[in-house]
């Protein structure tokens, strides 16, 4: 997640701030409330630096839907991005990588790195890069790793 993005509050998270159906953690409430469309990521890591994992908190706010980020910044945009760095195709992925993934991008950074640069070749190493991040991230930034690496080596 980068820092300087700012997110804001879904209808879902205003709703659960009223009503709190999902007895979310004082934690997860606390940075809910936080979250205003005005603060970027690095404010809010700056305002809970010692109490809370700031970066995973948000990601569990973004996938129960109760904050998004602004109309510009989704999967599309941020390949189209990663697209646009001069190089080859598997810099723009490491490049995506990076950017999706921040510090747990080191282990599919180093898969990538030792791909060959051929779109069809990058295939298979963008396969396992999908499986190990299921196996130590998540589902979600998975999905979100495929789905933009099948925008820049032209799946899409």
Known sequence: MRPELVLGKTA??????EK?????????RRLLIMVDGHRS??????????????????????ALGLIAAPAGTRDADMAAEAAQVPGSPRQALMHMAETLLG??????FNKLQHASDDRAALQPAVDACVRLIRLTI?????ADFKRQAEVILGGH
């Not at 007895?23 to 997860?28: K, P, V, Y």
């Not at 990521?41 to 706010?61: E, R, Y």
């Not at 510090?103 to 599919?108: D, I, L, Q, S, W």
Request: charged content about 15%.
């Open 12 to 17: 879902a998270g205003v709703a659960e701030l």
């Open 20 to 28: 709190r159906a999902l007895g979310l953690s004082m934690a997860m």
């Open 41 to 62: 990521v690095a404010d809010l890591m700056h305002a809970n630096a010692a109490s809370i994992d700031v970066v995973a908190t948000l990601d569990q706010l973004l």
């Open 103 to 108: 510090t747990g991008a080191g282990a599919v």
């Open 138 to 142: 998540d589902e979600n930034k998975a």
